[in-house]
């Protein structure tokens, strides 16, 4: 391991959402996968050997090499675990290793509820990582638990934080149209999918309608209130292999009279302070497309951490209408509990 | 030629939406197909020598050894036409024909917007063909041209009616996925559409928010107003062959209190009486998909003139959210003036 | 059940496979699907409700309310089955009804390599039924098992015939590009195929390569003695709904002096005699395409039982190049099996 | 331009190949992209307004201000063009360039067929530029022109010349899957081959049973002799963004005792010491995959110059079979042809 790095572990690592945390921290400057773990069919192979690998690069090196352990705290002692697990394990296993010390910066869903866990994009909700302490006094934790959102309210939250801070937002029509790796491994039969759009995915309207008022909202006396943001949400799946796609059509609380505002304030977004300058820190933020037919997710999520937003122009019932992309396996999840795991090193709640 | 059958030509034939003409006329027992036009390349030769056919049913045989005419009253003389002309060709050519005394039923839009004009649905405003009086008035015609909508106005036209005659539509917001098929051919390029969505259909959004509101509307002292309902539309292009699918929030000028009232209504919802016994009648109108996960386009468009509503629910601001699938060139295009033929037959302003 | 039409049950109907079973077999002039097996999970409950339906035409009224029963010969007690069972089921089940004196016409490949069990393809070889009275002495069966073959078998042993009847075959070079319907359901996840080649498919190779062998075969003495062609197969899956696509080069023993006769020899294949009138004889048996760019998949596969056959050229190495495009799960799987049956019922060794 | 690079142009830049010149010339080390020449419609205008950029990085920002010249030594005058023109017009244009003095590394096919043009890779066969000393003398020219292969034929002859020289190859059976951005742009029609398989590309089977002998060739007394091996292929469309798939079977003269000799052949194969070291060289040259399901096109073409090869196997009918990926707008296209200018250049052909 290089000096200085952090060891960590990645939890579920030979998933489809484990690959990524695998392939993106290759190389990280700060962090270094010395342990993976895997289920019981695994557990004791080569990684490299019993990971059915799905990304157009190859396993790095010296993750093929490594043994996978169990998802458990006796045998993962590293200070951060990232978890792919998913959300019926992550329920058992993710507070185990809290409660070991471990700092879990995690994909999965099952504490996004929780009043005391926030839900952390560094774009827009910095500050709410305060909620931590609470979270380790009512449990009695030394580590803590830190979800990214899911991947569909990834994008649009951080578009519309942008639109939050300058003229508020009142109510939300949106409808996604997701890709398939948002469904992980094996997934989505593709004779469900091939030449079709299936318009509709378990629990995604409720959670993509909620988690945003989350991240939208504020930390008072100690206590997140929800952003007042209405959502009406309509969720498809469509046969696109990367990249969420969600229209639009905003309220605003204080339109402003020059509409091209509103394109600019979306194009020169910068985040909180704090996470500007962290290894996974998008640059730019939003990346404003004014070609007519954009943002696409073949064409615009190459650029992982960055969020595009395109077809800015006005509406007939509310104000605003937007095309937002954002690559759902990157920024939507693994990408961004990096990116949450570097603010955490950096507001020092992770010791490097 | 059939006794008693109507002799109809198609224009512009050779076109993707003038090959859906010909395959749904085939055996129409009404209507016999027998001229076909076509643009200078093709004229004089057999239509099924140049015309580059894209169904998975082959050229009807007596189709295909017509010689292909060119696009004028001179050289075609059925009392009635079905037009797949281009729409900067429908606007020179459809008059001309209407001139001599052919009734035109067409696909192209160039007169959807004149006040004289009715966009016609069987299945929602037959009685807008008292407009065609004040055309041929207006225009010194013979005969008339009556268009039938966009592809994506019609299946939501149609679940729409069903809604406003039980509770009232006041505001929409929609959005489509579209079928490649409801570009023509070659249309849209392969490169553009493989795996990817394409979040813009140039004058679609206008469209579609707009000719919903003239079918629904009222004709008062001989004058089309148009439905007071307030639409955002967003278009997108998606990589499926047939079937446009749209997913829409309404809110209804008067809510029932039963929310199980609405699936009802829609299922329910039967034509006016003069449009519920022609040839092309879709039995039924609509069909309600109970499915957590339906209507798909590629299950759901082998009816091709009924109109697939599912996926009936609350909606957190306005009334309701559906999910509306239509046959882009059946039902949205070929089928639909062929539908309207027989309407105007049945009306005497067709004569058999 | 209507008079005088045999009573039919279809194993594991509830899968992609029993799905067409049920589907083709709705009206079938001689058969009734009376009854239904499926899994422990769907045993007891109504088809229509335990059934993940995958096709675009609904589930046939009276199938819909019928229970599903388990697959054993106690439990169904019809003189015909249907088997879609997974190989490793039909290896014990099978054999089972057998015993029990019922004809089990499987798309299962269990027994297609025991040497008293045909395969068989009506436009092929009939003839090879005599093989029933070996197997039924051997196994001491008062019911029989026969096989279709599988599904890229099919299209190619077609195509093969008529050219080894006229001219004898040699050596065949066969690439194949198969459907994702060929792989069952859930079957090939999505993310594995979307705008990708898989090129390779379990045991396909092998089973392509053997399977014509055995149906181009002579009975000799009571004994089938496969065809003496060599086989160089290369199997991949491809982004295709249905419609299996097979490149084959092929040596000939008595290549024609005029190459205009292979395309003759193909267009005109005519089944024998005894398979040329029943409910499911394709007409014609091989569709011949002449344009330069067919057979495709998603054009030539609507006459379902129809093998069509295209791009008919001399080769550089051989003696011809050619196209086969066969529907996998109608003539390739369920559609052949139930043509299977038909001609059983002529010959005798089912009583209607 | 940086100090010591080659200024170059790229004529035809706004095509799908000229886009992939533009985005792989982006800081080569080498060259300078100080030029870019398009059709009348476009010239006068900058590159980066006029062109319809289709790759998923943005236009670099030097070449986005470029004015579009006219395709013509007099506009144009820098020490080599890398020329994107189609067929017809790169007959007439690379000429009057080569007159002019101009290296022209083309990816058009119109000189391949040439006795004195070489087709090149600098992997295969670097001592085939001699030949341009005879083209120089017959035409008369400063300049020259230098083409690389047909996107098919370059992956598979790169693969057998590693089997031609240690084995020797006699005859080759091969199955081509194609991508669609092998047809350039627009190129294929979407409503064509979504979801299908179009089994036939016009010219392609006899460009990859040609090219192929030309470049596995020897310079005899100043004269190219054809490799003495024969082909018998098929070309095939499919509905992949990039990356052909070929499947090969093969008959070599000395086929080795040990076939994992074949495998390790092909994994080991070295380019011609000259080719070994320039900035565009593959490393490796040939990526042996040696899971059971690869190489795909999906997966494998991200190391854009490297030939994927897997499947290895032995045959039925010749002596080994095998799946060929390569990148066909990179390695097959524009990376092609700057792999060879850089060779030229190393071999003093080019000037720095």
Chains 1, 2, 3, 4 share one sequence.
């Not at 019981?40 to 990971?51: A, F, Q």
């Not at 905003?250 to 091209?260: C, S």
């Amino acid at each position: 391991m290089s000096q200085n790095k952090v060891p960590v572990a990645v939890l579920a690592a030979t998933g489809a959402v484990g690959q990524r945390f695998i392939q993106l921290l290759e190389n990280h400057p700060w962090f270094d996968v010395v342990a993976v773990t895997g289920s019981t069919r695994s557990v004791g192979h080569k990684y490299g050997e019993v990971c059915r690998w799905l990304l157009p690069t190859d396993i790095p090196e010296n993750v093929y090499n490594l043994k996978v352990l169990p998802s458990n705290p006796e045998s993962v002692e590293t200070p951060l675990v990232f978890s792919a697990l998913p959300k019926s394990e992550a329920k058992i296993i993710e507070p185990l290793f809290a409660k070991a010390g471990t700092a879990v910066c995690t994909n999965a869903g099952a504490f996004r509820e929780d009043p005391n866990t926030p839900i952390l994009l560094p774009e827009v909700n910095p500050e709410h990582t305060a909620l931590i302490h609470a979270q380790r006094a009512e449990k009695g934790w030394d580590g803590f638990i830190v979800p990214n959102p899911n991947c569909t309210s990834t994008g649009i939250t951080i578009a519309l934080k942008a639109l939050q801070n300058a003229f508020g937002v009142k109510r939300v029509f949106a409808t996604s149209m997701q890709a398939i790796s948002g469904a992980g491994y094996p997934g989505v039969p593709s004779l469900n999918i091939l030449g079709n759009i299936v318009p509709y995915i378990a629990n995604e309207e409720e959670k993509a309608s909620w988690e945003p008022r989350k991240m939208l909202g504020e930390i008072n006396d100690g206590q997140l209130d929800l952003a007042d943001i209405g959502f009406s949400f309509h969720a498809n799946r469509v046969p696109v292999i990367d990249g969420h796609t969600v229209v639009l059509t905003v309220e605003l609380a204080d339109p402003p009279a020059d509409f091209g505002l509103v394109a600019r304030t979306l194009s020169d977004y910068q985040s909180p302070t704090i996470s500007r300058k962290l290894p996974s820190t998008p640059k730019p933020v939003i990346r404003l497309r004014t070609e007519s037919d954009r943002p696409q997710p073949r064409l615009d999520i190459t650029e992982g951490m960055t969020t595009s937003v395109g077809r800015v122009r006005p509406d007939n019932l509310f104000d605003l209408r937007m095309v937002v992309v954002s690559h759902n396996t990157i920024r939507g999840a693994a990408g961004g509990s990096i990116y949450n795991a570097e603010l955490l090193v950096e507001q020092g709640f992770i010791k490097q």
